[in-house]
């Protein structure tokens, strides 16, 4: 009896393994798929100029735009996460030092980047959130882009993005962005230029940034991430709705609600708010209000 037991247990946990191990491999081969495609896709010429008002902007939306996170504060990239389960996950040096961006990494390769979230060969690149980049109009994105050309090269090699098999399921679940690509509306015309002015339409361009945190209506919600704190509501169903506009600036810029509460810049990142202009964190207190 305790044999023939032993016989079915061994059985099931022998089909649970192959059960596993196809599954496994499934999820990898379709996940490696959608990394390998090539995205036939050719990105809108723009015009570029580096006047200086406009690479003071690029540096400015550099800095708004929480690239300095992953690519670090030189350009020179740095490894962000490294993880024996779930991967590497390093944001590439952007110069053209060595270990950086190739010589003819040209004005359309950023675009491509930028705009697509694609590389060279257009295939897409990986955890590079350009979802939240793309609509920025001609003007900031040739100021982004151009501020970026004009750094100093910085000699650093960044290992490649690596998933290791945690970090492969979670990104073929959709629990990792990993794919930026598969969120951009590719044939988006995005404005020659927003004017910079404290209101709802500029408050709405600006918040696209808030988006992959607070989500699409800024509404909040449960993070992505296990163990993480939920995203609160931000719009005028949230905490907002009983600041003022002198509140909600104070709060984005030394990242303590009027209520006293301290937040985390790894949580809120509020050292990235804190650079906003006063025109543009007005502008964002416009829209969320209105939401
Ligand atoms: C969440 C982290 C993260 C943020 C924020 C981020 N990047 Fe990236 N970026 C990456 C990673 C990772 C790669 C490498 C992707 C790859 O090789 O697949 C990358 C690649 C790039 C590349 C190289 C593309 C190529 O063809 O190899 C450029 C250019 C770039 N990023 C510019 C920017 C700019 C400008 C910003 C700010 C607007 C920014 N990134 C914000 C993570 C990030
Ligand atoms: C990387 C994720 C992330 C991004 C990006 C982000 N936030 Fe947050 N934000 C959070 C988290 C998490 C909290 C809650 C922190 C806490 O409770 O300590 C928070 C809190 C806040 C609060 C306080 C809300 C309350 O009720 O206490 C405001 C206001 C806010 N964020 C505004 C913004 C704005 C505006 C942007 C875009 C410019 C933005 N956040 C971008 C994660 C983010």
Same mark, same amino acid.
């Given at each position: ?5 032993? =016989? ?56 708004? $735009? ?11 990239? +740095? ?38 979230g694609i590389?060279?060969?257009? $295939?897409p ?36 993005? =690596? ?16 794919i930026s690509a598969e ?35 800024? $509404?909040?919600? =449960? ?37 006293? =509460?301290?937040? $985390? ?8 708010? +804190? ?17």
């Amino acid at each position: 009896m305790i044999k023939r037991i032993a =016989k079915i247990t061994l059985k099931v946990l022998v089909l649970i393994v192959t059960l596993s191990v196809f599954a496994y491999l499934y999820l990898f081969y379709s996940l490696n798929a959608r990394i390998e495609k090539a995205y036939a896709i050719e990105p809108r010429a723009i015009a570029f100029n580096t006047d200086v008002a406009l690479l003071v902007q690029g540096e400015h939306l550099y800095t708004i $735009k929480g690239c300095a996170d992953c690519h670090g504060p030189d350009l020179g990239g +740095k490894v962000m996460f490294d993880d024996l389960a779930v991967g590497v996950f390093g944001g590439s040096n952007i110069t053209y030092g060595e270990g950086g961006l190739p010589k003819d990494y040209t004005s359309k390769d950023w675009l491509r980047a930028l705009r697509h979230g694609i590389n060279k060969e257009s $295939k897409p690149l990986l955890i590079m959130p350009s979802q939240e980049i793309y609509k920025l109009s001609d003007k900031d994105i040739s100021a982004l882009i151009a501020y970026c050309m004009n750094q100093p090269p910085v000699n650093n090699k960044v290992p490649p993005v =690596k998933l290791r098999p945690l970090g492969t399921i979670l990104s073929a679940l959709g629990q990792i962005p990993l794919i930026s690509a598969e969120h951009i509306d590719h044939a988006y015309t995005a404005p020659v230029a927003v004017e910079a002015l404290p209101n709802a339409v500029y408050g709405e361009y600006l918040a696209v940034s808030c988006s992959g945190c607070h989500k699409q209506n800024f $509404k909040g919600g =449960k993070s992505e991430v296990p163990g993480m704190k939920p995203y609160p509501d931000i719009t005028a169903s949230g905490s907002v709705d009983r600041w003022s506009e002198q509140q909600f600036i104070q709060t984005l810029r030394t990242g303590t609600t009027p209520e006293g =509460k301290q937040m $985390k810049n790894e949580e809120m990142p509020w050292q990235m708010t +804190k650079a906003y202009t006063d025109t543009e964190l007005k502008a964002l207190y416009v829209f969320l209000k209105q939401q």
